[in-house]
């Protein structure tokens, strides 16, 4: 008798005559259930189904599907009143405010398509009434539509040059489109139209313009003079300020209400897409540390890049900080020099790269290039800034897999300095050991100059708290290992006096410096997040060095803090290893040379 395959199935216990439910039926009668309108039955079957496939990210997609489309049934009994607007002939300013108030109501249950509907209605009822344009841009800005969300948003600009919030998202939208001249035009006007200029609202403004002052290469002055031409602009258009009125075409009705419903019919296109990518996103483990409803979030301004082989992905200088995830394919991270190509990475799918830009700003220092045809998600810098803004529990969830990530960029990069001096390496590593010793003793830090050292690294009142009472006080003296490489390590280390030089023995040529660290650097932190050894050496340089020791089980309790403290720290924490990357490979470069590899 052939064997008959596995399938999951449910047998009921209410009878022996019960008949066994299999995964795959409830599937489909889910789905029947569904296209019938059924929407409570349809939910049942699929948690039913989730029972059998616990974890399944397909089934838990559908279900949240389903249970949007029982949100829309139910907000139909508002039908009604959209209708009886879209019947109205009348031109009024209140028409057009009812629209845009249901579109609002639509948008915040992420209803995007009847959003969009009412908006363009208002559009018609009023076209000089900026919220609609200025709603309908937020809609497209969360999609990554970006040229759409800047048809709508430099109009909603002609018509009121004066709210703060149109300001800036048309300054995230040109940035988007890489018009970054024109973004910084509209972010100053966003600062100078804000009534608190020094405070927490316009913190995100005040550091989007100095990314953008970043890009551009701009110093003090050049900002200012710009600055001020922006005054003299707000202040010509205060002078020239008019209402205009305008009433709808007879006549063209048709031809409008065609073109939105093809508007509304791409949007259902477009959410069915970003369901999917939610889905591809929640199967990779660099995503772990997010919630179904934070890859969804994410999903909708995600792009798929495809690649042929030898095209590039970024160039070293591009003022570019997106950061992407390699879904397929073979990309090369290298940096070309005036001896010719330096290998610095190889990344794999489900791989992160191009976070380094994304974290700490800055231009991009490397090449990255397709080895073979590949395929990547492509997640923009400033709607994922902004979502991160919004949402400190999803910035945690990818401070995380940036984190992950450098860790082990860091270590493959140092292994790669090996590469270039040949000698028994087993035999060097006993020669470093024999010649370092570890020289220690306890000591006793008042809680205060902690709270101080915490206190200069931006760190929160929590924060600071927490890490004074259970970090433990260590000093070195000069030349003595704090660790060393192959080590298991346990523990996170933070400069409080003195430096600390963190190197690698390499074969044939000796004790090269990696980076000397001053007060406030932490160092030894990928140990804790990768659980592997130590990849390099910490010694104290030049004079003796105090640390504070934090180990696994007190650094975990601060990142299980609230999520605004301990975004704090992973940002960090994140920064510091994207520069420590950085150093690394430029070493990397001169190592090259130095060895006679070019």
Known sequence: MSEQPNRSRSRPAHGDDSIPVEYEDLLLLARRYTDQGMFDEAIHLYEMASKLRPGSPAVRIRLARVQEMKSQAELERYGHLREALQLDGARSEIDAGQYVGLAQFYTSKQQTGKAIELLELAKL??????????????????????????????????????????????????????????????????????????????????????????????????LNTRIRKRVDSLQSNTEKLEVRKESLLHGEHGDELARIAAKVARDADRRNISEIVATELRDLDIFEQLTDQHLFRIARFVKLRDLSVDEYLFHENERSM?????????????????????????????EILGEMNFIDRHMRSSDAVALVPSTCYSFSFSAVDLAMDESPELAVGLHWAFWRSLSEKVREANEQLKSFFQ?????????????????????????????????????????????????????????????????????????????????????????????????GDFFGEMALIDDKPRSADAKAHEMDATVLSIDRATLKEVLAMDPGASLQLLSLLCRMISHRLREINDKIVQWKYMSGGF
């Open 125 to 222: 009822k009023s076209p000089n009434n900026f919220r609609s344009w200025h709603i309908l841009a937020q809609v497209y800005f969360a999609q990554g539509e970006w040229e759409l969300a800047r048809q709508e948003i430099e109009q909603g600009r002609r018509l009121n040059p004066f709210d703060r919030g149109l300001a800036e998202l048309s300054g995230r939208v040109h940035f988007e489109l890489k018009e970054f001249d024109r973004s910084l035009e509209e972010f100053v006007d966003a600062f100078l139209l804000s009534t608190d200029q020094k405070g927490e609202a316009t913190e995100q403004l005040r550091r989007m313009i100095s990314t953008v002052k970043k890009v551009l290469e701009l110093d003090t002055r050049e």
């Open 322 to 350: 997106d950061f992407y995830v390699l879904k397929e394919g073979r990309i090369e991270i290298r940096k070309e020099t005036p001896f010719g190509s330096q290998h610095l990475a190889k990344i794999e799918p489900d």
């Open 423 to 519: 000698e028994d390496a087993e035999k060097a590593v006993s020669r470093k050991r024999a010649e370092t010793k570890r020289e220690t003793q306890q000591v006793r830090v008042a809680s205060e100059d902690k709270v101080g050292l915490f206190r200069e690294r931006g760190l929160s009142a929590a924060e600071m708290k927490l890490l004074a009472t259970f970090s433990t006080e260590e000093r070195f003296r000069t030349g003595s290992v704090v660790f060393r490489e192959g080590e298991k390590g346990d523990k996170l280390y933070i400069v409080l006096d003195g430096r600390v030089r963190i190197s690698k023995f390499i074969p044939g040529v000796g004790e090269e410096a990696l980076a000397v660290l001053d007060r």
